[in-house]
Nanobody, 123 residues
Framework: VQLQASGGGLVQAGGSLRLSCAVS????????IAWFRQAPGKEHEGVAC????????VYSDSVKGRFTISIDNAKNTVDLLMNSLKLEDTAVYYC?????????????????WGQGTQVTVSS
């Protein structure tokens, strides 16, 4: 199983970015894919999660209403559309996968990880 994150970059506050997590070797069924982030000097934070079976989503309070996570079955990717970006969204973002999906809220249960992609929001 491989996860490959992409799409990070430099954006001004208020702007948008779309991250993509390409998933290979994993059947989406009965799994959850999540985006996490870690800013310098801060703990890992779960940002958004999607359950493959029913597209249920969960967002952290810090991004709710601004970020949208979705599965593109045609491309086998899990995308994170980030709108209205704030300075505090600056972090390394990375994706993870867990099966079964009932462990979606427990970071330590995640089985597979992608590498990080840097998102920098400037003023």
């Amino acid at each position: 199983v491989q996860l490959q994150a992409s799409g990070g970059g430099l954006v001004q506050a208020g702007g948008s970015l779309r991250l993509s997590c390409a998933v290979s070797g994993l059947t989406f069924g009965n799994s959850a894919i999540a985006w996490f982030r870690q800013a310098p000097g801060k703990e890992h934070e779960g940002v958004a999660c999607i359950v493959s079976d029913n597209d249920d989503t969960v967002y952290s309070d810090s991004v709710k209403g601004r970020f949208t996570i979705s599965i593109d079955n045609a491309k086998n990717t899990v995308d994170l559309l980030m709108n209205s970006l704030k300075l505090e969204d600056t972090a390394v973002y990375y994706c993870g996968a867990v099966a079964p999906w009932r462990y979606a809220r427990i970071r330590d249960k995640y089985n597979f990880w992608g590498q990080g992609t840097q998102v920098t929001v400037s003023s």
